[in-house]
Structure formats: C-alpha cells, structure tokens
C-alpha cells in the first residue's frame, strides 16, 4: 500500500518532468527579443568594446557589476574576521 | 595543511608566475576577448591556490599576508566607485563612459574600431580595478583556508 502510494509520486513527478523538458521553448528563441537585437546591432557602436559581452557587463550594467564586487568584498572581509577570531 | 613533495613544489613554482601572466593577460584584454576582470581574477586566485597548495600554510605566511590581500580587496572595489563617482562630477550620470573620444594614450575610438587596446572607455580601467577585487578577494578566502586548517592539527 505504502509502495504504491510512493510509486504513484514518483511517476507523477517524473511525468511532470518530462512534460515540462517537451513542452519548453526551444533554444534560441526567447518570447521578448527587442532588447537583445538592439544590443548585438548597437552595441559595438555606443560602447566600442568588440567584446559584447563585457559592453553589456561593464557599460550597460556597470552598476549591477558594481554590486557583484561588493558582495564579493563584504564575503572576503566577513570570512577574514571570523577566522582571525577563531585562530586567536 | 603540510607541504607537498619536491617534485609538485618545482613544478608548481615553474607554473604559477605562466597563471597570473595569463591571468593578467585576461583582465587587460577582457573588453576584445573572451573574459574580464572576473574570470582573470579567478584565475590569478587559482595560481595562489597553487602555491599555498604545493607549500603549505607554514610557508605560505613569507609569501601573502591576510593584511595585505584585504587591503588590495579594498582598494580595487573603491577603485571602481570612484571610477563611477567621477562621472558625476564631470556632469553625467554615475558610472556614464566619459572617456570615449577623448585622449588617453592617443584618441579613444568612439564606436566601431578594429580593436585598439585603449578602446571602450571606462571598461579596462573598470576590469582592472575588479580583476584585483576579486583575485585577492579569493586568494584571502584560499589562505584564511589554509591557515584554519593549520590550527586544528
């Protein structure tokens, strides 16, 4: 009774998976597409970096970047405290 | 953590100083290839790794300094803001690319160009300041590592 209780989970949550990986779009064609053709045909011209990607990284979403390193910073400096208590 | 044999301590003292070139080499050219200041910071932090790895925390502590790491961490995250903040200044919005087509070691290409080494801007300053963030922002977690596990032999 029990195993067939478990059973029955177990295909419906495998079913469900495999429903959703058929039923996703395909790769490549994402439903809003406006902001990524205006940065591959611009953004070469108002950044003038080649690479794209860090155009869009470092430029575009400088301040997002920004953030990034803070986190990062506030990791490192929180982590070397903890431990020079723990080492003394 | 002990120090490993002499054959992985010779080859990894022929190999670390290869790692932070290339890791340097990835900072400085992040805004034409692949990179940036993230993964050439990761990459520099794994040449760190290396050696505490090979060395051993005991003789680790004649080559880094948590100090001195933290404070390298310090100044490239406000190195950036202030890369930012002095866009303001200049009267634009903060972190705005101010330096396209002006003169920074000769003209600063505005737009499409063949891929000087001085174009996009405020971007290689901006890759440089995270490039050192995060390479000793990782080498400080890395050698704090190290130096934890030292304590509980």
């Known amino acids: 009774m029990k195993k067939g209780i478990y059973f029955l989970v177990l295909l419906l949550?495998?079913?469900?998976?495999?429903?959703?990986?058929?039923?996703?779009?395909?790769?490549?064609?994402?439903?809003?597409?406006?902001?990524?053709?205006?940065?591959?045909?611009n953004g070469q011209e108002e950044t003038g970096a080649n690479n794209i990607i860090s155009g869009v990284v470092?430029?575009?979403?400088?301040?997002?970047?920004?953030?990034e390193v803070t986190v990062l910073f506030t990791a490192s400096i929180a982590f070397m405290v903890l431990i020079r208590r723990l080492n003394d | 953590m002990i120090e490993m044999t002499k054959i992985v301590r010779t080859i990894?003292?022929?190999?670390?100083?290869?790692t932070i070139i290339f890791g340097a080499f990835m900072i400085m050219h992040g805004h034409l290839t692949p990179g940036g200041g993230f993964q050439g910071g990761a990459i520099i932090a794994s040449g760190i790794a290396l050696v505490i790895v090979a060395y051993g925390s005991e003789a680790?502590?004649?080559?880094f300094s948590s100090e001195?790491?933290?404070?390298?961490?310090?100044?490239?995250?406000?190195g950036f803001a202030v890369i930012g903040v002095i866009a303001i200044a200049l009267g634009y919005a903060f972190l705005h690319n101010y330096l396209l087509g002006t003169q920074l070691f000769g003209y600063v290409p505005d737009g499409i160009n063949q891929g000087f080494i001085n174009s996009a801007g405020i971007e290689p300053p901006i890759e440089i300041m995270v490039g050192i963030a995060v390479s000793c922002g990782l080498g400080l977690i890395i050698y704090m590592f190290s130096q934890l596990g030292e304590v509980e032999e």
């Open chain 1, 58 to 67: 470092y430029d575009y979403r400088g301040f997002d970047t920004l953030g």
């Open chain 1, 13 to 41: 949550f495998i079913s469900t998976l495999v429903f959703t990986a058929f039923s996703i779009r395909s790769f490549g064609a994402p439903p809003n597409s406006d902001m990524d053709n205006y940065i591959i045909e």
């Open chain 2, 60 to 63: 680790s502590k004649d080559f």
């Open chain 2, 68 to 78: 001195k790491l933290a404070k390298y961490t310090g100044i490239g995250s406000m």
């Open chain 2, 12 to 18: 990894s003292s022929l190999v670390y100083p290869l």
